[in-house]
Structure formats: C-alpha cells, structure tokens
C-alpha cells in the first residue's frame, strides 16, 4: 500500500505528537513548521498544557480506546510518539509500569498508525548501546545494560516489525526548560542548585554529547520534511564528561563551579546502571538531513536568553 507522506512532503501535513507535554513535546510545537497542523495528547495527570501552541485531548498511551480515539481526532499523517517514561532509574525500579507504558503503549501507536497509514517516527535513546565502544553510528549493534535501554530496544523491534512506514530517532542526552511542572534535565537541576549555594556532586566518567533539545525537534522535522525512513541519531557537537558538562552550566550562569565536585559514577551505588559513553556518530545527522551539532556553550547561551526573555 502507497502511504500518503511518501509521495513527498509538499502539503499540509497533520502531525500527532504524543506526550505533547513532554520537553521534547513541547519543543516539537515550538518549532513546527507553518504548514504542519499538528495536535497533541496529554494525561490528566500532567501539569498543565494550557498555553501549548497544538490543540490537545487528554489520552493515555497504554489505552487502547483513548488513543484511537485520539487518532480519530487528529487523522495524522505523521505520529510522532515521544510519550513514556524517561526516567532511567524510576524504570529499573519500576519494571511492571515502564513496561506497561514504554512497550505495550508503543505497540497501541504502532497499531494504529498502521490502521491510519500514518508514517510513525519513533523516539528511542542512546541507552540502546552498552557504552564500551563510541562513537556508535545507526548501524552499530545494540545491548543495553539498564531496563529503560532493554525496552527502548524491545520497542524499536515493535515499530520495524508492525509498522509499514517508521522511522526511530535516538536522541542523546537532551537539555532545555521544561514545561512548568514536567521533568527536569541535569542541566535545569544544576542551574537550580547552584543558584540556591547547593553543593553537588557530578559524575566525571560518564561521557556524552548532549543535546539542546530544539536541535532533537529540529532532526525530527527534517526526517520528515523529506520523507526519510531508518533510524537517525541526533547528538550535539562536543564530546565530554558530566562534570565537564556542569562546569560549562556555572561558567554560562555565572554561577560558583567550586560547588561543583567531580565522582565516579561508582559513588551513587543505588540507580540504575549507566553505560559510561554511548556517544554517537552524527554524520548521518549532518550529512543526510543538513543539520548542524549544535556546541555546549551555543546551547546553554540560548537557554539564557530564553530565560532573560520571560516574564
Ligand atoms: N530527555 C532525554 O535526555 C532523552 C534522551 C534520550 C531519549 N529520550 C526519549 O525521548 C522521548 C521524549 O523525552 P522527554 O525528555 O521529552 O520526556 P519527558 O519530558 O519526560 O516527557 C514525556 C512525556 O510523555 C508523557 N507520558 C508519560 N506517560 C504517558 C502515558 N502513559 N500516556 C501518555 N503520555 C505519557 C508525559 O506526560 P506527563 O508529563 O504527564 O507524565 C510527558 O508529556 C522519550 O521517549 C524519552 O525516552 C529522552
């Protein structure tokens, strides 16, 4: 069967973001492109979605009903499915419920966007891979070490085996303001401890490239604007440690890096295992789609502004 967004995406395109609350969610509707009429679903649960450029209706992932319902509603072209639960350690703790969510509520979106021949893009991780032996490119193998990597593998095989026409984008660790109320990130939590004269302690032999998350939006848009299938990574351009990483947030803050002490990730025994560098390879990033990895201090800087920027 021919799917309606393989003829090119030259239309008006209807686009589903599910968990449109989400830091990446509401990043996606910030920097939708003029002709996307885009909608999205929320829990009753979430802080508040007033105020989100999308039209919304309230629908939980792991229901079937709700989310044809859902589907119904918007007749996407394109479901962008970011709803689960993102919390590494709330995972390893809480199996039976992650599960629930990250794998049977993705099954549901797969479903239904092989019933509405909508092309799905899903989001997975870089805790795909172990972390021995960066940087990983879209054909490197997969092996998780931790639950929430385990399922985002398990899911991955779900939408490349149900579903027609897919796409998985693995972003690496993201960073920007979350909705009020919604998840923190590690930079948003530094920012806040150190303005409040907390000492904190970041681990120096955990590597990443992190990722501004309107630069993950960004790659999504482009995977669809031009009809890409497959799996794409999406990263930011320096390689460094955590603590390296919380250094650059005090520098940008002004903020007083002597707070700030480096440990090894043997240091918090009690969450969930980490791999130590599962940095990606973003030539196909940048080759492929045309977009920039975008730098440490280019990220942090605009996250200042915005910030200034707000009432
Ligand atoms: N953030 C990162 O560093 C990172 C890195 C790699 C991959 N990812 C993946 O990228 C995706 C987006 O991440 P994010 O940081 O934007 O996550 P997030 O801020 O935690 O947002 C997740 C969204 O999913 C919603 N959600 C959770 N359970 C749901 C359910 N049962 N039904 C409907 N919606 C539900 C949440 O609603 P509530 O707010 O109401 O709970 C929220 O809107 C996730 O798949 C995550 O695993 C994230």
């Known amino acids: 069967m021919v799917k309606k967004h393989m003829d090119g995406i030259n239309k008006i395109e209807r686009v589903l973001i599910t968990g449109g609350t989400g830091l990446l969610g509401i990043a996606l509707q910030q920097s939708a492109p003029a002709d996307v009429m885009g909608f999205f679903n929320y829990l009753p649960s979430s802080s ?10 309230v629908a939980d992932v792991t229901d079937n009903r709700q989310m044809e319902a859902v589907f119904k509603w918007a007749m996407p072209d394109v479901v962008i499915h970011t709803a689960a639960i993102g919390s590494v350690d709330f995972a ?3 199996r039976e419920e992650t599960r629930k969510v990250n794998l049977e509520g993705t099954k549901i979106v797969a479903a239904l966007c092989d019933d509405f021949q909508a092309l799905l893009i899903y989001i997975s991780s870089n805790a795909v891979f172990d972390g021995r032996t960066p940087f990983y490119s879209e054909t490197s193998p997969v092996n998780p070490i931790n639950y929430y990597g385990q399922l985002k593998v398990e899911a991955e095989n779900v939408v490349r085996d149900s579903c027609e026409s897919w796409a998985i984008v693995r972003p690496i660790l993201m960073y920007g303001w979350p909705h009020p109320g919604e998840r923190d990130n ?3 939590w530094w920012v806040r401890s150190l303005e409040n004269g907390s000492p904190i302690k ?3 032999n955990v590597f990443s490239k992190p990722l501004p ?3 993950c939006a960004e790659v999504i848009w482009q995977v669809i604007r031009q009809g890409r299938t497959g799996i794409y990574h999406a990263a930011g351009r320096d390689h460094l440690s955590l603590y390296q990483f919380a250094l650059h947030v005090a520098d940008v803050f002004s903020l007083d890096a002597k707070l700030i002490t480096p ?3 043997s240091f918090f025994p009690e969450i969930a295992p980490r791999p130590k560098d599962t940095s990606f390879d973003t030539t196909k990033m940048e080759m492929e ?3 920039k990895c975008i730098g440490i201090r280019e990220g942090l800087i605009r996250m200042k502004i915005e910030r200034a920027g707000k009432p």
């Open 263 to 265: 440990v090894p990730d």
């Open 186 to 188: 590690p930079v948003v």
């Open 48 to 57: 508040s979605p007033v105020g989100l450029p999308f039209p919304a209706m």
């Open 213 to 215: 998350v309107w630069s």
């Open 289 to 291: 789609l045309g977009v």
């Open 92 to 94: 390893e703790k809480n």
């Open 202 to 204: 970041v681990v120096d």
